[in-house]
């Protein structure tokens, strides 16, 4: 008697186990800034470099 309740216990158990996962819902979330979640150290950084004789001023945006 102690077996068979010990087994239907334990088949329960893995039956709910297995059903939890198949009833999970997805979920996802839109925001405008599509970069919310990923937080970059971004600065500008200014080159200045010569180009056939003249000075090339250029703002990069350097991030890490």
């Given at each position: 008697m102690k077996s068979i309740?010990?087994?239907?216990?334990?088949?329960?158990a893995t039956a709910s186990?297995?059903?939890a996962p198949?009833?999970?819902a997805t979920m996802i979330v839109k925001t405008n800034d599509h970069m919310?979640?990923?937080?970059?150290?971004?600065?500008?950084?200014?080159i200045t470099?010569?180009?056939?004789?003249?000075?090339?001023v250029e703002k990069v945006r350097v991030c890490n």
């Open positions: 309740l010990l087994a239907s216990v334990i088949a329960l186990a297995a059903i198949t009833q999970a919310h979640g990923m937080k970059k150290h971004c600065r500008t950084k200014v470099h010569w180009r056939h004789h003249h000075k090339v």
